[in-house]
């Protein structure tokens, strides 16, 4: 189970940091991620890491997000700065391992 919180409303330029507290050890999982989808358009990949710390971003979000774990809390990070007002969305969280788990949506909000 993925609960995923942090978002909200925040000006362009500002920053949030989401989270995602997994039920179970995150590292029993290959990769942990976020995806976002905006109004009207497809859910994409925002950033993964895998279990072994290598990360991956969507080249709209490199250099402002940062995607981080810590084991000992069971929980994934988004950390986003430099937020744009393109950044709006429902982001979601999600893990895989034999299959792909989501969380639920968080709403994030950036107003120009």
């Known amino acids: 189970q993925l609960q995923a919180s942090g978002g909200g409303l925040v000006q362009a330029g500002g920053s949030l940091r989401l989270s995602c507290a997994a039920s179970?050890?995150?590292?029993?999982?290959?990769?942990m991620g976020w995806h976002r989808q905006a109004p009207g358009k497809q859910r994409e990949l925002v950033a993964r890491?895998?279990?072994?710390?290598?990360?991956n971003y969507a080249d709209s979000v490199k250099g402002r997000f940062t995607i981080s774990g810590d084991g000992a809390k069971n929980t994934v990070y988004l950390q986003m700065n430099s937020l744009k007002p393109e950044d709006t969305g429902v982001y979601y969280c999600?893990?895989?391992?034999?299959?792909?788990?989501w969380g639920q949506g968080t709403q994030v909000t950036v107003s120009s």
């Open positions: 999600s893990a895989v391992r034999s299959r792909d788990y």
């Open positions: 890491i895998t279990r072994y710390g290598m990360t």
């Open positions: 179970e050890s995150i590292i029993s999982f290959n990769a």
